[in-house]
T-cell receptor, first 112, second 110 residues
Framework: QKEVEQNSGPLSVPEGAIASLNCTYSDRGSQSFFWYRQYSGKSPELIMSIYSNGDKEDGRFTAQLNKASQYVSLLIRDSQPSDSATYLCAAGRDNYGQNFVFGPGTRLSVLP | ETGVTQSPTHLIKTRGQQVTLRCSSQSGHNTVSWYQQALGQGPQFIFQYYREEENGRGNFPPRFSGLQFPNYSSELNVNALELDDSALYLC?????????FGPGTRLTVL
């Protein structure tokens, strides 16, 4: 059974702080990894994708991947109240988006 | 906005009925995936269609079926609805690896 695990939270951080979200996956064959943001009552929105070990930065977001440890993380710098949402981690085995496995999500609350 | 649209937005059905949900993919995307998201959980993969053929299926029973049309739009059909089918149904279109979700259809089974 392929699984993606996340701490359900809520994770609370003060405005302006760094939020650190973590994810582990069980399928060593996973090749592609994604972070989605989901506001309450809305559909998931793609934030970052990462395919290689190391860091990938996009604005205030940095995704980190360590395939040996089967670990993916997302750092949000200068957190804003508008970042308050559930963050979903997903892992895919192939290059065609087939059979993505999503984690349960971590709820982030950024306090003004 | 991802350019992926779904209809209807909300739907209420009773146990045993059948339902059809629709999705229009983003322009240029030839792959459509369907997910079920129960409250408080991550999306669960139902199946994927690529060029009108089923291209992978998750752990869902055969009463969940689908279609993809030549314009890459898609339908999800669920027969013999059960109470546990109540969820948000998400369609995602993709070109290669990145998937972009539509707004979803909220299905309530009474």
């Amino acid at each position: 059974q392929k699984e993606v695990e996340q701490n359900s939270g809520p994770l609370s951080v003060p405005e302006g702080a760094i939020a650190s979200l973590n994810c582990t996956y069980s399928d060593r064959g996973s090749q592609s990894f994604f972070w989605y943001r989901q506001y309450s009552g809305k559909s998931p929105e793609l934030i970052m994708s990462i395919y290689s070990n190391g860091d990938k930065e996009d604005g205030r977001f940095t995704a980190q991947l360590n395939k040996a440890s089967q670990y993916v993380s997302l750092l949000i710098r200068d957190s804003q109240p508008s970042d308050s949402a559930t963050y979903l981690c997903a892992a895919g085995r192939d290059n065609y988006g087939q059979n993505f496995v999503f984690g349960p999500g971590t709820r982030l609350s950024v306090l003004p | 906005e991802t350019g992926v649209t779904q209809s209807p937005t909300h739907l209420i059905k009773t146990r045993g009925q059948q339902v059809t949900l629709r999705c229009s993919s983003q322009s240029g995307h030839n792959t459509v995936s369907w997910y079920q998201q129960a409250l408080g959980q991550g999306p669960q993969f139902i199946f994927q269609y690529y060029r009108e053929e089923e291209n992978g299926r998750g752990n869902f029973p055969p009463r969940f079926s689908g279609l993809q049309f030549p314009n890459y739009s898609s339908e999800l059909n669920v027969n013999a609805l059960e109470l546990d089918d109540s969820a948000l149904y998400l369609c995602a279109s993709s070109r290669q690896n990145e998937q972009f979700f539509g707004p979803g259809t909220r299905l309530t089974v009474l």
